[in-house]
Nanobody, 127 residues
Framework: QVQLVESGGGLVQAGGSLRLSCAAS????????MGWFRQAPGKEREFISA????????AYADSVKGRFTISRDNAKNTMYLQMNRLKPEDTAVYYC????????????????????WGQGTQVTVSS
């Protein structure tokens, strides 16, 4: 089992930027795909972005494509989400997750392939 801790959330004005980090410990981080999800009040948790084990395959939800960038540093056991041009609708609790596999087929990995989750970090974008 891998333990995940998110950081970097906060309050930002629309148009601003934030960088989320996800630090992993426990099980080896390097061989597994990772992902970011978010959940707004009253809504279901939704996929945001994913990155495969080596970092050469990434996926984004249409709602964040072109604004968010996912990356990972396997030497530091850390994954990142750079969020630019934030919008009020980006307000949510953001979760990082570790997949049970190293990569995926199709547009993006299904949520059920992620077996470990962090506690989440709040991102609030004011208008």
């Amino acid at each position: 089992q891998v333990q995940l801790v998110e950081s970097g959330g906060g309050l930002v004005q629309a148009g601003g930027s934030l960088r989320l980090s996800c630090a992993a410990s426990g099980r080896s981080f390097n061989g597994y795909a990772m992902g970011w999800f978010r959940q707004a009040p009253g809504k279901e948790r939704e996929f945001i972005s994913a990155i495969n084990w080596s970092g050469d395959n990434t996926a984004y939800a249409d709602s964040v494509k072109g604004r968010f960038t996912i990356s990972r540093d396997n030497a530091k056991n850390t994954m990142y989400l750079q969020m630019n041009r934030l919008k009020p609708e980006d307000t949510a609790v953001y979760y990082c997750a570790a997949s049970k596999t190293s990569n995926w087929y199709g547009a993006y990995p299904p949520m059920q392939t992620f077996g470990s989750w962090g506690q989440g970090t709040q991102v609030t974008v004011s208008s």
